[in-house]
């Protein structure tokens, strides 16, 4: 092997998530002869609405004569102009805002978006200081571990624990006595809805984020790849916030085109141009192809529509038979969900879990049923924090069949659990 740099050696490790994903992929495929309930996919369902609506814009494009022009060339790396101008109309309209064409980028999927900005922002100066990366919020999206050339530029936050009154519901809150953001900090960046917990920060929370960043002139990232108008996957009120050091990021991978690899940065002018120099040098721009095919779902309003009358019921339905099979199968120990107020995922925490997550996460592996251990959503916090090694995370994408026996077979593992403890 050739000697790696410090970057080359960053990254060829797989970060978080994706180191597990080896083990579930081996364990799926070594029980040929047995049938996992696998609770752990990242990837969203194929729902038939959805995969019709490609297909129909995927017509529409293949009988035009802008076909040849979309695939047989270069265009810009700033984002295919037709595209870029829906995304626009759509957002002006619906949100009342200006937004030109200097203030967009298209990306190929968010987390390149995230990579750019991250290493654009976060990292060494060139008088040598540090400037951080600030994930406001710890646990939050696991790709995150992996965003930057400068590992030690990640720092998260630990979060406040509200506990309601409704037993066994809580939710995290960001911690704004601990929270900092000053002149060391290049860029904040939190996902809204949050893959792994389904949080949903306030239109306050956010307000505050941005106003402790502006002073400072810090870009705040806001990852909106479970927010409206698509895959609209919140499922309570929340309304997308802009502000002049707000960039809104959207991925179009949870409304059905992760293939394609399309996330878009909407935002400040001279950040995008940031931004969109490093794309080019990077990889010049993203496949024209799904941003053709965008371009008629977001124009037509069939996306923001199919998003609203198909996928968030979708998500919110699974959502729902989990807290009520929760309800009903848990033992009395201290389990806690998190509130679901968006994505694909359910989190939740063990209070005092006897065991760590990833012994929690095996046994629960040998009774056939598979879930991701928590551990791996706390990117760049520092503190040695018992509650990292409580949680898991459960993933809506399976048939409500699963869900119910899987969380019942759950239920007899944790209980078996706390009383040998
Ligand atoms: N951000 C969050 C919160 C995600 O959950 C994901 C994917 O699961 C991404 C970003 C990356 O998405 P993309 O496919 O747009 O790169």
Redesign the pocket.
Request: proline share 12%; glycine share 12%; hydrophobic share 20%.
């Given at each position: 092997n050739p000697a790696l740099t410090q970057f080359g050696d960053q990254m060829s490790h797989l970060t978080g998530v994706r180191a597990i994903m080896k083990d579930i992929i081996e364990t799926l495929r070594g029980g040929k002869d047995r049938d996992f309930i696998n609770l752990s996919a990242?990837n969203p369902v194929i729902l038939p609405e959805v995969e019709n609506l490609w297909r129909d814009c995927t017509a529409d494009l293949m009988a035009s004569s802008e076909y040849g022009e979309v695939v047989c060339r270069y265009g810009s790396s700033q984002g295919y102009e037709p595209f870029i101008e829906a995304v626009l109309a759509d957002f002006n309209q619906r949100y009342g805002l200006s937004l030109t064409d200097r203030n967009i980028l298209i990306?190929?999927?968010?987390?390149?978006?995230?990579f750019f900005a991250a290493n654009a922002l976060g990292g060494y100066t060139t008088e040598g200081n540090l400037r951080e990366i600030v994930l406001p919020l710890s646990p939050?999206?696991t790709?995150?571990g992996g965003v930057s050339l400068v590992p030690e530029a990640l720092r998260a936050y630990r979060p406040a624990i509200e506990i309601g009154k409704e037993p066994h519901r809580f939710k995290y809150r960001p911690d704004f006595q601990q929270l900092e953001i000053n002149q060391n900090t290049g860029l904040v960046l939190f996902?809204r809805?949050?893959?792994?917990t389904g949080n949903v920060l306030t239109d306050e929370e956010v307000r505050r984020i941005a106003e402790l960043a502006a002073p400072h002139n810090v870009p705040v990232l806001v990852?909106s790849?479970?927010a409206p108008p698509f895959p609209a996957l919140n499922f309570t009120e929340m309304t997308p916030m802009f502000g002049s050091n707000i960039i809104h990021?959207?991925?179009?991978?949870?409304a059905g085109l992760?293939g394609e690899?399309?996330?878009v940065a909407l935002g400040d002018a001279g950040v995008i141009q940031v931004l969109q120099s490093f794309q080019t040098n990077l990889c010049i721009h993203s496949s024209r192809y799904g941003q053709a095919i965008a371009t008629r779902a977001i124009a037509s309003g069939a996306l923001a529509d199919i998003s609203e009358t198909v996928i968030r019921p979708h998500y919110g339905n699974k959502f729902t038979i989990l807290e009520e099979t929760l309800d009903a199968a848990m033992p009395e120990v201290p389990w806690f969900l998190h509130r679901g107020e968006g994505?694909?995922f359910a989190w939740l925490w063990f209070q005092d879990l006897p065991i760590s997550d990833w012994e929690l996460y095996q046994a629960l592996k040998a009774h056939g049923v598979i879930v991701v251990p928590g551990s791996p959503f706390f990117p760049g916090l520092r503190d040695d924090w018992e509650h990292t090694h409580q949680c898991i995370r459960m993933s809506l994408t399976a048939s409500n069949d699963e869900i119910v026996t899987g969380l019942r077979h759950l239920a007899k593992v944790v209980q078996a659990v706390y009383q040998s403890a």
């Open positions: 990242g990306t190929p999927g968010s987390q390149a978006l995230y939050d999206y790709g995150y996902s809805p949050c893959n792994p990852d790849a479970y990021c959207i991925s179009l991978s949870k992760p690899r399309l996330g994505s694909i």
